[in-house]
């Protein structure tokens, strides 16, 4: 596959040089599978044959490096910059791996956006197309954060299909457009579960919300993911489901909502100045 151009971002920033594209994966409220849909989606949208990283933004809960099964200290040659590790073939960094596994993080915000944008900007990310950023629920300092000083390229809002779910991902839709980047998507989560032992599929969490909730806001619908026990077991055992399973219809589905996250990126203007330029031929 050709290398990703990058695309047009919010206000007066500018794409990084070494990433082209950042995509912001978020939620109105904890509990809905955002970061598990953010680390399939990365492994899905590697498996299309870009290079992905995944930034863990949640610094007071990060859970990539559980889900990735990574473990240890990245590496930093200079003391300043972070070589981050790879896993499944994609880069990942989060602060997790820079702090012991159980050291609580009693940090006021302006010390939390430091640590984002530090992590962003010191780690030595190896010229992605895509970095996906797994950010924490809510519309607070992160995400204020995010749209002020990191350019990115598009959103995605994860929800479920319970009323109080979308009501919450509204909230987060409308804080996106509010500070000017784009939303390319929904992915509506645990949407349907069937039974492993007679095959009966049920809506646990209601039905249709998140195809009401696009169809009001006039976004695409990326995909609607399973509810189903083996997504929660390997990204336990820190092998998601896309890399565990790639032919199952749960990473099946990972990879239609990636597909059709790309579609909605294209759709998006291309930058070409300055070092991009040079770099994207």
Known sequence: MPRLPAHAVQGELKPLANVRNIIAVGSGKGGVGKSTVAVN???????????????DADIYGPSVPLMLGLSGRPESPDGKTILPP?????QAVSIG????????????????????TQLLQQTAWDDLDVLVVDLP????????????KIPVAGAVIVTTPQEVATLDARRALMMFRKVGI???????????HVCSQCGHAEHVFGAGGGERMAAQYEVPLLGALPLAAAIREQGDAGVPIVAAQPQSQPAQAYRAAARALLEQLAQRPVV?????ASLLG
């Open 182 to 192: 784009a939303v390319l998507g929904l992915v509506e989560n645990m949407a349907i």
């Open 86 to 90: 790879r896993a499944h073939g994609v």
């Open 41 to 55: 989606l990365a492994l899905a949208l590697a498996g299309e044959g870009l290079r992905v990283g995944v930034l």
């Open 97 to 116: 791996l820079l702090v012991d596994q159980d050291a609580p993080m009693i940090w006021r915000g302006p010390m939390v956006t430091q640590a984002l």
């Open 137 to 148: 629920p809510g519309t607070g300092d992160i995400q204020l954060t995010l749209a002020q």
């Open 272 to 276: 070409r100045s300055g070092i991009l």
